[in-house]
């Protein structure tokens, strides 16, 4: 067996970076008691990540009578990740450091086009994306996420109805573009950025739920993602929440997914007779300037949203509840979501204290989509270390 696969060496390796990752700021010595190695261990394994710019070295902090103390942080600057959110019209492309902060961004329409052409315009932008802002960084992969059924195994994706997608091989039509690349559903996309950036740091059980134009929802628990047996877990669509809502196309009526996704909300509003609403930035717009009608129509939208999450609260009994995507931009409606879920769980205003809104509230699924590219990195940056030296020979 070869250094390079050493299973107890990559697990070391992915060790320090995560500690340095999770806890920034700590010394060698820091990360050797934290982890339960040796400091001769770490040494050497930062050296490696110093090396190849995963990791960087603040300035040294004087610490009593001994060697001045040498702050360690990941490395946010030197190199990239690109994050893809292919949606049903259109897709987000961005370039981020390791910290999930976007370096650079585009939105590619492609309304009513197939998924070959869609992805031809992406791929074109992207690759522009990259001449204009890495400045010579390396980009050191590609997370892909999008809505519906996604075979993250095969680079997939088994279904995705928005888009009018079915069984796209999604990984190997964008394989222009920077290497490796995962492709995982939005929701799991979602959940992995807030275990990295937001409630995820503080609270390792909880429940996220993504309301967009697509719907899903996520069990994290002691911080492992949940993707089921057959990674179709979290399917929420078809979770009944009106007793005289619209027909949905399962056969029933009153389904999340008629009721509380983007486009239902559009559509409510067209039965409501108000057809200057073309598209969700139109409701956006209008609940700006104060339009009550559309007011009252993102409430309804909002308590169909609470309704399911106090299902989901009864059933799984997170130890917080996340709700990501439209909503959560929206940061003032969250007590309406609350005070609905006290109503409608059996746990009462126990389980409405535990309802939060994503930390970001600019929501952006492009970013969640890198955040699956650095938990890559995180979980093997042997791999990118030995990438990047064969590059740097290359060259």
């Not at 990752?21 to 700590?26: E, L, N, V």
């Not at 979290?234 to 005289?244: E, R, Y």
């Not at 009550?292 to 999450?309: H, M, N, P, S, Y």
Request: charged content about 20%; overall charge negative; some cysteine.
């Amino acid at each position: 067996m070869s250094r390079k696969s050493d299973p107890a060496r990559v697990r070391n390796y992915s060790m320090v970076l995560q500690e340095i990752f999770s806890s920034p700021g700590g010394s060698r010595k820091d990360v050797a008691d934290a982890l339960g190695i040796s400091a001769a261990s770490v040494t050497g394994i930062a050296a490696s990540l110093l090396e190849s710019s995963l990791i960087s070295e603040a300035e040294p902090m004087a610490v009593g009578q001994g060697r001045p103390r040498v702050p360690l942080h990941v490395d946010t600057k030197s190199n990239l990740v690109m994050g893809i959110h292919l949606g049903p019209r259109v897709t987000g492309v961005v370039l981020t450091g390791l910290d999930g902060v976007a370096k650079a961004s585009v939105l590619v329409p492609h309304d009513g086009l197939g998924a070959q052409e869609s992805f031809k315009l992406v791929i074109d932008q992207a690759k522009q994306l990259v001449d204009e802002h890495a400045k010579g960084r390396p980009i050191l992969g590609t997370g892909v996420a999008t809505g519906g059924i996604v075979d993250r195994i095969n680079g997939r994706i088994v279904e995705n109805r928005g888009a009018r997608w079915q069984q796209v091989p999604a990984v190997q039509m964008l394989e222009e573009l920077p290497q490796p690349m995962i492709l995982d559903n939005n929701a799991r996309a979602a959940a992995q950025s807030e275990l990295f950036y937001g409630h995820g740091a503080t609270e390792r059980d909880f429940l996220l739920m993504v309301i967009t134009s697509d719907l899903g929802a996520v069990l994290v628990s002691d911080g492992r993602i949940r993707a089921g047996w057959s990674q179709h877990a979290g399917n929420i669509a078809h979770l009944q929440v009106s007793d005289q809502g619209f027909p949905c196309d399962c056969g029933r009526s009153g389904c999340l997914q008629v009721m509380a996704t983007d486009e239902a909300t559009v559509r409510r509003a067209h039965e409501a007779g108000r057809f200057d609403v073309i598209h969700y930035g139109d409701i956006d717009r209008l609940y700006d300037a104060g339009d009550e009608q559309i007011r009252a129509l993102v409430a309804d939208r909002d308590t169909f949203v609470a309704r399911a999450a106090a299902m989901l609260f009864d059933l799984l009994d997170p130890g917080l509840l996340v709700i990501a995507g439209t909503p959560a931009e929206r940061p003032e409606t969250q007590s309406l979501v609350q005070s609905v879920v006290a109503e409608n769980s059996l746990q009462g205003a126990q389980a409405s204290s535990r309802v939060v809104y994503s930390s970001d509230h600019s929501l952006s699924l492009s970013i969640f989509a890198a955040s699956l590219m650095v938990n890559e990195v995180l979980a093997n940056p042997l791999a990118f270390i030995d990438r990047l030296h064969a590059e740097t020979e290359a060259e």
